[in-house]
Nanobody
Framework: QVQLVESGGGLVQPGGSLRLSCAAS????????IGWFRQAPGKEREGVSS????????NYAGSVKGRFTISRDNAKNTVYLQMDSLKPEDTAVYYC????????????????WGHGTQVTVSS
């Protein structure tokens, strides 16, 4: 069974850091581009970051560029999103998604989705 599972969310103060993980089971991530998306209450889901299957091409939304870093460890079948200098506006449910295509920040490009992990940035 193909499954993506996000973890690492939680409550953090503004300026703090979190590292999200996206672990795959039932398939190998080696040939998949991975995207991270988020959805805040009352807002549409938006693309945050993506990474190509080989890890050489990354994309970031303007709102997180310079603060978030996406990476992957294919040996562990896991993709990470390091989030630094977190702001209250980063509060959302974060999802990872996989595609055999080139990836990017548009959710329609992706075939498989996790169930999300909550990130709350608040003092």
């Amino acid at each position: 069974q193909v499954q993506l599972v996000e973890s690492g969310g939680g409550l953090v103060q503004p300026g703090g850091s979190l590292r999200l993980s996206c672990a795959a089971s039932g398939f190998t991530l080696d040939y998949y581009a991975i995207g991270w998306f988020r959805q805040a209450p009352g807002k549409e889901r938006e693309g945050v970051s993506s990474i190509s299957s080989g890890g050489r091409i990354t994309n970031y939304a303007g709102s997180v560029k310079g603060r978030f870093t996406i990476s992957r460890d294919n040996a562990k079948n896991t993709v990470y999103l390091q989030m630094d200098s977190l702001k209250p506006e980063d509060t959302a449910v974060y999802y990872c998604a996989a595609t055999t295509g080139r990836g990017g920040l548009f959710e329609t490009l992706y075939n498989y989705w996790g169930h999300g992990t909550q990130v709350t940035v608040s003092s």
